[in-house]
């Protein structure tokens, strides 16, 4: 039988859904709005460390590489709320610290809804705030001679998001920073393990907070707009931990960040004399 808390997480996940759709549909419509889908194309490249207690009670560290895309478009009508989907895959590989040897492995896929609205707090600079739906699944995969023992995760959690983004010129270059941070609250979350070792497992799903689970993303960028399109130069941290004792995990990872971003809108007579609307960029 579902659990208590399982049951009102599942009623804070459809309630956040239809309350940003309804905020996505905006107080109106207007027929000379235009509202471009914001892409970014990303490539991750860095270190990670990653610790997991039921595979080994070592550190792993190594290179970390990921791809994601982001996209953003904002509501129509005098509604100011944003629309953002986020999704990564994350590939590491590491040795233990302690001695350089010994191999594991980890496999992210990741993805992130949010809705957020925005303030102007001053000329070029804004502030933009909400909640957001998180999905991850992975697994982690030690080799431990031919038995290779790993654990399968999977997360969904519901929290806030938030960044702040400011515009300017180096020279006459326009340049768009931003920096968002993503902390969920409550999540969902599951741990299974396969290989030689299956005592001490969690048993189905969990519900918690921070006090079992604490996830966040730290995201800044710098991008440099060149005609219709712009160059993202930028730093991606992500913290992933799981306190259910004995499935202890812990994973801190550290990127550089390049990337393709920019407006797509397909430009036409019928659009020639609509009312531009972008939901990150005002270049």
Request: hydrophobic fraction near 40%; glycine fraction near 10%.
């Amino acid at each position: 039988m579902m659990n208590k808390k399982l049951r009102i997480l599942l009623c804070c996940v459809f309630i956040s859904v239809f309350s940003m759709a309804s905020f996505a549909k905006g107080k109106s419509e207007k027929k000379n709005a235009c509202c471009p889908l914001f892409t970014a194309l990303e490539f991750n490249l860095g270190g990670a460390a990653w610790v997991e207690k039921p595979l080994s009670y070592y550190t792993f560290s190594g290179p970390s590489i990921s791809v994601g895309v982001e996209m953003m478009r904002a509501a129509k009508g005098d509604s100011k709320w944003v629309q953002q989907h986020q999704l990564r895959y994350i590939y590491n590989t590491g040795t233990m610290s302690i001695s350089g040897k010994g191999g594991s492995k980890a496999y992210f896929g990741n993805y992130t809804f949010g809705m957020m609205t925005y303030s102007t707090v001053c000329p070029n600079f804004r502030i933009y705030y909400g909640a957001d739906l998180d999905v991850l699944g992975g697994v982690v995969n030690n080799v431990h001679g031919g038995n290779n023992p790993f654990t399968i995760k999977g997360d969904l959690s519901v929290g806030f998001t938030g960044m702040a983004v400011y515009d300017f010129k180096l020279g006459k270059l326009p340049v768009t920073a931003r920096y968002q941070m993503a902390l969920p609250v409550l999540s969902a979350f599951i741990q299974t393990k396969q290989g030689h070792f299956t005592e001490g497992l969690l048993d189905g799903w969990r519900v918690g907070t921070w006090e079992s689970r604490f996830n966040m993303r730290n995201r800044l960028h710098a991008d440099l707009h060149f005609s219709t399109w712009s160059l993202r130069l930028g730093y991606n941290n992500d913290i992933l931990t799981y306190y259910a004792t004995p499935n202890h995990f812990q994973y801190v990872s550290h990127n550089f960040v390049i990337g393709f971003t920019g407006n797509l809108m397909g430009w036409s007579k019928s659009n020639e004399n609509k009312k531009i609307k972008t939901a990150l960029y005002t270049y």
